[in-house]
C-alpha cells in the first residue's frame, strides 16, 4: 500500500510540474518550445557562425584527418582534417539564405499567379490555369533539377531553381484561397455598397488570402533547405569547398565506410532544420485556424 501510495505522489508531484511548465509558457506545448529553440540556434548560428563554432571551417590538418567526434572535435573530422562541427556551423548561414531566398521567390510567384489565375480576366486567367496544371504534373524535385541544369551549379542558381520548383504548388494555394475569399459574405456586402474593384481587393480580398501564407513561409523555409541541400548532394548545386550543408554531404560520400559522421551529422542538421520550421509553421496554422473559427 505504503509503495502505490509513493507512486502515486510521485506520479501527481511529475503532474503538477508538468502542468506549472505548461503555465509558464502561456500553453504552447512542449513540441514547439524545443523546435523554436532549435530554430532560434541555427538561426544564431547563420547570423553570427564565430560565436558557435569552435575551429576555423577552412583550417585543414591532415594529421588529424577522418578522426571520429570527440572532446578536441565534437563531430568529428573530414578527410582533410577540418573540423565538422564548425563546418556545420558555417554552412548554416548559406543553407537558410537559399532556403529562406527561395522560398521568398516561390511566394512571389505564387502570388503573381494565383491572383492572375485567380481574378484577372479570361483571356489571361485560364493560359495560367494551364500552365500552372502543367507545372503541377511534374514532381517539384524534378523542376528544380530542370532550372538548375540550364543556370548551372552555383548557391543563386540552386536559390532561383528550388523557388521556381515550389511556386506552382502555392500558386494552386493563393488561387484557390483568392476565389474562396472573392465568393465570401462580407466581399459580396462591401461589393453591393459599391465599393470599387480596386478597394475590395486591397482592403478585403489581399490581407484575407495573405493571412494563411504567413503560416507556409515556415513550412516552405524548411522544405526548400532539404530541396536544395538534396540538390547540392547530387553535384548541381553548391559545390566543395563550400561547407553548404549538401555539399557536405556529397563530399563525404566517399569515406563513408570509414567516416559515418561526415554524412550522418549534417543530414541531421537538414533533418533537424525540416522539423523545426514544419513543427512551427504548424503551430501558426493551428492558432490562425483556431482565431479564425473564434
Known amino acids: 500500500m505504503t509503495t502505490h501510495l509513493s507512486d502515486y505522489a510521485g506520479l501527481k508531484s511529475r503532474r503538477s510540474l508538468w502542468q506549472q511548465l505548461r503555465r ?34 577552412f583550417t585543414t590538418d591532415l594529421y588529424r584527418a577522418l578522426q571520429a567526434p570527440s572532446l578536441a572535435n565534437w563531430l568529428g573530422t573530414d578527410d582533410i582534417g577540418r573540423d565538422l562541427y564548425s563546418r556545420i556551423i558555417w554552412g548554416t548561414r548559406q543553407s537558410l539564405l537559399i532556403g529562406i531566398g527561395a522560398m521568398g521567390i516561390a511566394l512571389f510567384g505564387a502570388v503573381v499567379l494565383g491572383f492572375s489565375a485567380a481574378l484577372g480576366p479570361r483571356w489571361l486567367a485560364e493560359p495560367i490555369n ?25 548557391a543563386s542558381s540552386l536559390l532561383i531553381s528550388v523557388g521556381i520548383g515550389t511556386a506552382p504548388g502555392y500558386a494552386r494555394l493563393v488561387r484557390a484561397q483568392a476565389l474562396q475569399v472573392r465568393q465570401s459574405g462580407y466581399v459580396e456586402a462591401a461589393r453591393a455598397l459599391g465599393h470599387s474593384s480596386p478597394r ?88 490562425a485556424e483556431g482565431e479564425h473559427r473564434a
Open 24 to 57: 509558464l509558457s502561456g500553453g504552447i506545448p512542449f513540441s514547439v518550445l524545443l523546435a523554436g529553440w532549435v530554430a532560434l540556434f541555427f538561426i544564431v548560428a547563420a547570423i553570427a557562425p564565430a560565436w558557435l563554432a569552435t575551429h576555423d571551417p
Open 130 to 154: 494551364r500552365l500552372l496544371e502543367i507545372l503541377l504534373a511534374f514532381p517539384t524535385l524534378l523542376l528544380a533539377l530542370l532550372f538548375v541544369a540550364l543556370l548551372g551549379p552555383s
Open 200 to 287: 475590395l481587393f486591397l482592403q478585403h480580398i489581399v490581407p484575407n488570402v495573405f493571412r494563411p501564407l504567413f503560416s507556409l513561409v515556415a513550412l516552405g523555409i524548411g522544405q526548400s533547405v532539404v530541396w536544395a541541400s538534396g540538390l547540392s548532394f547530387l553535384g548541381l548545386g553548391v559545390v566543395p569547398p563550400s561547407p553548404e550543408w549538401g555539399a557536405l554531404l556529397e563530399a563525404g560520400k566517399i569515406n563513408v565506410t570509414v567516416a559515418w559522421w561526415l554524412e550522418v551529422l549534417p543530414g541531421i542538421a537538414i533533418v533537424l532544420v525540416a522539423l523545426s520550421f514544419t513543427q512551427l509553421g504548424r503551430y501558426i496554422q493551428q492558432r
